[in-house]
């Protein structure tokens, strides 16, 4: 019975957390179908991360940087980015700057899940424990998914030839941010907490900065003022 409220603890923060998301969504709302589809991309994927994540370890071996920067930061976001771009962002349904948003939150609290389950699974974890989970590594993926379909966004409505150095920093900051996370996490045993809270609270404070960014940007907004004056 405890088992099962420890998985349940490690499954709810990334539903709870994509629910928030989805909702967000102020004027034309993505159909859950696909929502959940890359929530579930987001739960394949960390298979064939596992398996970069041990050949780097094997090839190049430890180190904080190397470990923060390249094996965990790097593997993760380059995969989360490169499913986002090549199935999501010329899919029809990305039809607003906050869809991108939306789906790199999806896929990256699809990972979070199972990486979450994984570590309940395997190490035993307490309700405690979950809940500090929660409030840090899964919140932190959904944070970094938010920079990422932010930026992926302005990319797929940007006209001109700035479109690809968009593309660009879509992958780069949130590789930059999650591989400072990891690195705090990495070498500072005793005093991590100093330094992660502050750092989600900027996260956070941006990320919401931008899902409102996102929504303003959106093309359906002045359909939705007409149906308001309509009615």
């Given amino acids: 019975m405890l088992l099962l409220s420890v998985i349940t603890s490690a499954v709810a923060p990334g539903l709870a957390l994509l629910t928030f998301f989805y909702l967000k969504d102020k004027y034309d709302q993505e159909p859950l179908h696909m929502v959940i589809k890359v929530f579930l991309l ?4 960390v298979f064939p991360v596992m398996i970069i994540q041990r050949g780097m370890v094997l090839g190049l071996g430890g180190g904080a940087y190397v470990d923060s920067f390249l094996i965990s930061a790097g ?4 995969l ?17 700057p906050y869809d991108g ?10 990972f979070a899940t199972i990486e979450n389950v994984m570590y309940a699974w395997y190490s035993h974890a307490t309700l405690g424990s979950m809940f500090i989970r929660a409030l840090l590594p899964v919140s932190g993926h959904a ?5 990422m379909g932010y930026h992926m966004g302005r990319a797929k409505f940007t006209k001109g030839k700035k479109p690809r150095g968009i593309l660009l920093v879509s992958l780069l900051l949130p590789w930059l941010w999650h591989g400072i996370y990891d690195f705090i996490l990495a070498t500072m045993s005793n005093y991590w907490i100093w330094f992660i809270v502050p750092l989600m609270a900027v996260l956070w404070y941006g ?4 899902v409102a960014l996102a929504n303003s ?10 149906e308001e004056v309509n009615l």
């Fill in 143 to 147: 944070m970094f998914g938010v920079i």
């Fill in 80 to 96: 989360k980015w490169f499913v986002l771009y090549h199935m999501i962002y010329n899919h029809t349904e990305f039809d607003e």
């Fill in 217 to 226: 940007r959106s093309p359906f907004r002045f359909l939705k003022r007409e």
């Fill in 42 to 45: 987001g739960l394949l994927i």
């Fill in 207 to 210: 990320g919401m900065g931008k």
């Fill in 75 to 78: 593997v993760e976001e380059c």
């Fill in 101 to 110: 948003i939306l789906y790199a939150v999806a896929i990256s609290l699809g």
